[in-house]
């Protein structure tokens, strides 16, 4: 079987339909990186546009005590109430900086009685490490809160409150009101910016999120070359055996010639110089 009819055969049928799955996968797989991209960017410009916003009251930011959109993500609002400190709660396996802890969730309810969440900040594990050796008291009484709004929490699979303590793994805002009993906000909650009263001491508050959209660009584009190299890998193995195939054929034979006198007009590169070394040596 001499020309390109080799190829009309079900090996390299074969070969044809697994670079094309590979491809379809490859591409699949950068397009899923841009959608990153496009989630990481949409999230910084949503951090530009309301991170440093003014403040204003939550009723008119959230309406409703179950509003939410993401476009609120990050927005400051402002809160006047008192801490419900009995009500507390910690979220396990938070880490921070590297290190194990908690969220501190204290409850503040709002002067229309309403309850808002607010988390004040991250503490460290204790010495008996299920519960942190220290929580910073919330200020007593009336308090002015600037928390920044983010969206409760899905429950997860497998993560489950610890049963009799005031410990949760997930912020769902739902199970949260449950626990209180009381008007609760369950579309967001807030991550406290600033208090007033200021108390002597806090968790650690979450610092702003990094404006960094990630490596998505350079994966995507990598996928789409590895597309195209499966392209080019299946021409090039192609090429090989239609020489192979076509070894007494004059033109194959007059153009491996020609590719002989050219590679040996050309100077030899280093990797062939370092070879030659090595099997002079051999022969030694």
């Known amino acids: 079987m001499t020309g390109w009819r080799f190829v009309i055969s079900w090996r390299w049928a074969g070969y044809f339909a697994l670079v094309v799955v590979f491809a379809i996968a490859s591409c699949g797989f950068g397009n899923w990186q841009f959608d990153r991209r496009a989630q990481a960017q949409t999230e910084i410009q949503r951090i530009q546009t309301n991170y440093e916003a003014d403040p204003v009251p939550v009723a008119e930011v959230l309406p409703q005590l179950d509003a939410w959109s993401d476009d609120l993500k990050w927005t400051p609002v ?153 392209f080019i890998g299946l021409g090039w193995a192609l090429r090989q055996e239609y020489r192979v195939v076509n070894s007494t054929d004059p033109r194959v034979i007059d153009e491996e010639r020609r590719r002989a006198q050219r590679k040996a007009k050309r100077a030899p590169s280093d990797a062939e110089i370092e070879d030659a070394m090595f099997d002079e040596a051999a022969t030694r």
């Open 78 to 230: 402002l809160l006047k109430g008192t801490y419900l400190k009995d009500e507390e709660i910690l979220v396990r396996g938070r880490p921070y900086s590297g290190h194990p802890g908690f969220e501190v969730l204290t409850p503040l309810q709002l002067d229309d009685g309403s309850v808002f969440v607010v988390n004040r900040g991250w503490v460290a594990i204790g010495s008996r490490q299920d519960n942190p050796d220290v929580v910073p008291e919330a200020p007593d009484g009336p308090v002015v809160v600037t928390a920044r709004l983010k969206a409760g929490e899905p429950t997860i699979e497998g993560k489950t409150a610890k049963a009799g303590s005031n410990q949760i793994a997930t912020i769902r805002l739902p199970d949260v009101a449950s626990r209180l009993g009381l008007p609760t906000y369950t579309g967001a909650y807030g991550i406290v910016d600033s208090q007033d009263p200021r108390p002597a001491a806090s968790p650690i508050v979450a610092p702003k999120p990094e404006l960094d959209e990630g490596p998505h660009l350079s994966y995507a584009l990598q996928w789409y070359v590895f597309a195209l190299l499966a």
